[in-house]
């Protein structure tokens, strides 16, 4: 009985497993296109303008919190209308991407000396 158990625990492990595996993206399912900014040099209260393409635009406003974090007010932008509004907290050089629509946005943070 025991034998037949772990087999069924196997299979099921293995069911799991091939369930979670990647296959290569389906052309009509489109997850949102990456901008990679990059390293970002931020100054506290210093605001940055970034060109996302498309006529879209992300403005960063950093606050440089007390324990050395860095607080992002962003912006997304078209043609002067506001799309998006959000905010994240992260550090300086810890690489983060937040999705906002149809796109997501990466960059690495770093504290301007």
Sequence with gaps: MKYHTSLIILALLALIFASCSKHSPDATVAGPKLQDLGVV???????????????????????????????????????????QQMRAQTKSDVPFEISVGDICIGMNPRIKQ
């Design 41 to 83: 040099e931020v100054s506290d209260g210093v605001q940055s303008r970034h060109d996302l393409g498309g006529g879209r635009v992300c403005i960063i406003t950093p606050a440089i919190q007390k324990d050395g974090s860095i607080l992002l007010s962003m912006r997304v932008e078209e043609s002067g209308k506001l799309l």
